[in-house]
């Protein structure tokens, strides 16, 4: 539990790095960047919410209400120590960094972390996919006459997706240290074209 509220910290900490955003703003912008398996629901959201404010990483403001909507919107930005502690956290370069449940979002902010930082977060990331297919691969040809058609076809799927996750990995890794240091990726993921 402790990991996945580290991951909701981590991910708001970096998207009120944009601009403050209201609690609604923020569920369908963390909504979108956690992947339609993974919705966060406000009952997630609003503790984590309220425990950043009480530990001073970010603030509150109650904003006046619109004629359409009665009740007051409250709007977070991230404090000097919140951009501390985001700093702090994308600096972080361990199994929590490369595993499946944090992957995605630190990932997502990668254009605010150092190039070796990087790095060993993709490299991590490719070795522990590397180990699991390994493992799925080996129990695949062991089980494969003991389980129907289907059961095996579900296993080539999940073999073939960490096969796919794995070479995109590796290209990503190339291209990071084909990269200038500090040239950061464009929106379209390809290095900035020099005039």
Do not use: C
């Not at 979002?105 to 070796?116: C, G, K, L, Q």
């Not at 991590?124 to 003991?146: F, I």
């Amino acid at each position: 539990m402790a990991r996945r509220g580290e991951t909701i910290e981590l991910a708001v900490l970096g998207l009120l790095h944009e601009a403050p955003m209201h609690g609604y703003e923020l569920r369908k912008r963390l909504n979108l960047m956690l992947g339609w398996g993974r919705l966060l629901s406000f009952g997630s959201l609003y503790p984590a919410l309220k425990r950043m404010v009480r530990d001073g990483l970010i603030t509150e403001t109650t904003v006046s209400t619109t004629p359409v909507t009665r009740r007051p919107r409250i709007v977070y930005e991230v404090t000097e120590e919140g951009r501390l502690e985001f700093k702090r956290l994308m600096s972080e370069a361990g199994p929590a960094a490369w595993e499946d449940d944090t992957f995605g979002i630190r990932f997502a902010f990668f254009s605010r972390t150092d190039m070796e930082i990087r790095l060993r977060v993709l490299e991590g990331r490719r070795t522990r996919l590397q180990e699991r297919l390994d493992r799925v691969q080996n129990d695949l040809s062991r089980t494969q006459k003991e389980v129907d058609q289907y059961a095996a076809e579900l296993q080539r799927h999940g073999v073939e997706s960490v096969e796919r996750e794995v070479r995109w990995l590796s290209d990503l890794i190339d291209a990071e240290r084909e990269r200038p240091p500090s040239a950061p990726l464009t929106p379209d993921g390809e290095q900035p074209r020099t005039i």
